[in-house]
C-alpha cells in the first residue's frame, strides 16, 4: 500500500533537508515531491533533484552503502573485518570507553562529527556534555571556527546569514560567497528581488561570478587581503561619519580606539595591499555607509579568508565592527542569532549543554590546546557565559568556543601532551578537516586505544577504525533540523522508510554507549518532544501541522 511520509529529503551532504512528500510502499521511495507545509519549495525546481528524481531512493539502495557493524580483525588499515551485531559493537565500544574513563578520565575520549545526514548534532552534543569530554567538535570547525568566535566576542552572539528584504534592505555586499551557487537558491532569489527594488549590491570577489555580473560594483581584490579593505571601508565610513551614531552611541565599547586603528589604513595604502583602485574603494565604502541596512555575504563562506589563520581572525574584527556600524540586528540588515528558545528550541537546555559540560565534576581538564588556542575551551565559554548569564540563562548554544585545535588533538594522541586522547569516535566523516598526514600516523598509531567511525558510504577514515557502523541516511530517520544550534529556525520531517538492513540513526549510537554508561540519554523521540518545548507541541504533531518553526 502506497504511504505518504512528511520526510526530509537527503540529496545534499550538509542537509538543508528540504521537505518532502514521499511517496512509500513498504520500503521504496517511489516517488517525491515538495511539501506545500514545508519551508520551502525548493525540491520542485532542484537541480539535482532535475539530474535524479528519486536520488533518495538511489543514496537508499547504493551498492556502496554500509548495511552492517563491521570489527577490525586484522591490523589497522588492512582491511580485514568481521561482521558482528549492534548490540555487540556497543557492548565492546562501552566497556573500551570505560576502561579508558577510569584510567586517563573523560577528556581522553575525543568525539568529532562530520557533514550532517538530517540531525545529527543533538545525540553527540548531549552525550558530551553528560559525559564531562570537552574534546569534541563538528564540521563548523572547518567554516566558522576562525571567526565566529570572534563575533561572538564582539557581540555575544553571531550574525551568520542576514535575510535581505526588497524595498528594505539598502545595500548587500557579495564577500567572498557564491549563493548563485548554492543547491539551494533560495536566498539568492530573495537578492534577485532585492535587486529589482533598488537595492545596491557589492561583490567581492576575485573571480567574475554570477554575484559579480549582477553587481553595481565589483572590487576583484587580491586573495588574502580582506583586513585591509574592511580597514579602509571603516577608515571612510568613519572619517565621513557614514555610520550609524546612535547605535555607536549605545551598544559600543571602544569606538575610539577602533577609530584610531583605522587610520592607519587609507584607502590608497589598501588599494596597493588589496590591488582594487583606490577611487573604488571609497565609492564602495560611500555606498555601504549610505544605503543602510546592509546585508553582508551569503552565509558562512568568506573564502577569500578563511583558513588564513591569524589573517582570518584580523579580517573578521575589521569585518563585524563594519557590520556592527551599519544595520547590526536591523531588519533587511543582519539579525543576531539569539538563544534557540526564541526560535521554538530547547536546545541549550537538553542538547547543547556547555555549562553542564563546564561544570561537570568529572572534567578535571580544559580542551587539549587550550593554553596555546584559549578559544576553543571550557574557559573561554565560561568567560562568555559570566558575560551573557542575565540574558543568556543556558549561554548561546554555539560549540565554536569549546571546541579544541585539531592540530592539538593529534599531538595528544601522538605524544599523551598535555594528557592522552585514547579513544576517538567519528561521524559523517568527522575528520575530513584534520591536516591528513599526521592524523593518519596518530590514527595508525597504538597510543590511541579505540577508533570508531559511523557513516553511510566507507570513507579513508572507516578504512582505519577498529569499529565501523553503518548509518541510516535522512530519509530512513525521523530529524528535527536545528543546524547545530547555529541558525533560528526549526524544520523537521519524519522517516520516510525503516533503516534497510542494520544501519542505525546516528542518535542511536549516543543513547545506545550513553546508558551503557549510566548517562541519561532519552529515546530520540522523548528528546525531540523537549527540544520542541517552546512550540507546546510533541514531535509528530510539529511535522504533521506546523513542519518548520520560523519567528
Ligand atoms: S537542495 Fe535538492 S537535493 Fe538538496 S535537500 Fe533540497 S531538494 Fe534535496
Known amino acids: 500500500m502506497v504511504e505518504v511520509k512528511k520526510a526530509l529529503c537527503g540529496g545534499c551532504l550538509f542537509g538543508f533537508a528540504c521537505p518532502i512528500l514521499a511517496h512509500v510502499d513498504g520500503d521504496r521511495i517511489l516517488k517525491i515531491e515538495p511539501d506545500p507545509l514545508g519551508y520551502t519549495n525548493y525540491p520542485a525546481r532542484c537541480e539535482r533533484l532535475k539530474l535524479w528524481p528519486n536520488l533518495n531512493e538511489i543514496i537508499l539502495r547504493h551498492p556502496k552503502r554500509l548495511n552492517y557493524p563491521l570489527k577490525r580483525v586484522g591490523k589497522r588499515g588492512e582491511g580485514k573485518w568481521e561482521r558482528i551485531t549492534w548490540e555487540q559493537a556497543i557492548e565492546e565500544i562501552a566497556e573500551k570507553l570505560k576502561e579508558i574513563i577510569e584510567n586517563y578520565g573523560p577528556e581522553a575520549i575525543a568525539l568529532a562529527q562530520g557533514s550532517v545526514y538530517g540531525d545529527m548534532d543533538i545525540g553527540q552534543h548531549r552525550f558530551q556534555c553528560l559525559l564531562g569530554t570537552p574534546n569534541a567538535w563538528f564540521e563548523g570547525k572547518q567554516c566558522g571556527g576562525a571567526r565566529f568566535p570572534i563575533e561572538i566576542a564582539m557581540y555575544g552572539y553571531i550574525t551568520f546569514l542576514g535575510i ?8 548587500i555586499v557579495f564577500w567572498g560567497g557564491s549563493p548563485s551557487e548554492w543547491p539551494n537558491r533560495q ?3 530573495r537578492v ?4 529589482a527594488s533598488g537595492t545596491k549590491i557589492i561583490c567581492i570577489d576575485p573571480r567574475p561570478t554570477s554575484e559579480a555580473s549582477l553587481s553595481d560594483l565589483w572590487l576583484q581584490i587580491r586573495p588574502g587581503s580582506d583586513a585591509a579593505l574592511a580597514m579602509a571601508f571603516l577608515n571612510v565610513i568613519i572619517e565621513e561619519e557614514l555610520y550609524d551614531k546612535e547605535f555607536v552611541q549605545k551598544y559600543t565599547l571602544g569606538f575610539d580606539r577602533l577609530k584610531e586603528a583605522v587610520k592607519e589604513m587609507p584607502p590608497d595604502r589598501a ?3 588589496t590591488w582594487i583602485p583606490k577611487d573604488k574603494i571609497i565609492e564602495a565604502a560611500r555606498m555601504i555607509g549610505t544605503h543602510k541596512p546592509v546585508c553582508w555575504g551569503g552565509g558562512g563562506d568568506y573564502i577569500t579568508t578563511n583558513h588564513l589563520g591569524p589573517a582570518t581572525s584580523v579580517f573578521s574584527y575589521y569585518f563585524y565592527a563594519l557590520v556592527s556600524l551599519t544595520g547590526l540586528d536591523e531588519e533587511g540588515g543582519m539579525y543576531l542569532y539569539k538563544n534557540m528558545e526564541n526560535y521554538g528550541c530547547a536546545y541549550g537546555k537538553y542538547v547543547a549543554m556547555w555549562k553542564h559540560l563546564c561544570e561537570h565534576p568529572k572534567r578535571k581538564r580544559d580542551t587539549v590546546g587550550s593554553d596555546i588556542y584559549p578559544i576553543g575551551s571550557c574557559r573561554a565559554w565560561m568567560t562568555y557565559y559570566d558575560a551573557m548569564k542575565e540574558v543568556e540563562p543556558y549561554g548561546f548554544e554555539c560549540q565554536y568556543l569549546t571546541m579544541p585545535s585539531h592540530a592539538a588533538v593529534v599531538d595528544a594522541i601522538l605524544t599523551g601532551k598535555p594528557y592522552p586522547i585514547k579513544a576517538l569516535i567519528s561521524q559523517a566523516g568527522g575528520l575530513s578537516s584534520f591536516s591528513l598526514g599526521r592524523l593518519v600516523e596518530a590514527l595508525k598509531s597504538s597510543n590511541l586505544e579505540l577508533f570508531v567511525t559511523m557513516d553511510i558510504f566507507p570513507t579513508p577514515f572507516t578504512a582505519l577504525a577498529d569499529y565501523v557502523l553503518p548509518a541510516a541516511h535522512t530519509v530512513e530517520k525521523d ?16 522517516k520516510a522508510v525503516e533503516p534497510l538492513y542494520e544501519r542505525h540513526d546516528d542518535y542511536d549510537l549516543w543513547k545506545d554507549l550513553g546508558r551503557k554508561l549510566g548517562l541519561d540519554m532519552p529515546d530520540k523521540e522523548k528528546l525531540l518532544d523537549m527540544l ?3 512550540t507546546g507541541m510533541r514531535f509528530r504533531e510539529f511535522v504533521e501541522k506546523k513542519r518548520y518553526y520560523f519567528p
Open 164 to 171: 535581505p528584504i526588497p524595498s528594505k534592505t539598502g545595500c
Open 271 to 273: 588599494s596597493k595591499i
Open 479 to 494: 530529524s528535527l533540523m536545528t543546524f547545530n544550534g547555529l541558525v533560528f529556525f526549526i524544520h523537521g520531517g519524519e
Open 532 to 534: 520542541l518545548e517552546p
Open 192 to 195: 534577485l528581488e532585492c535587486r
Open 187 to 189: 536566498w539568492f532569489e
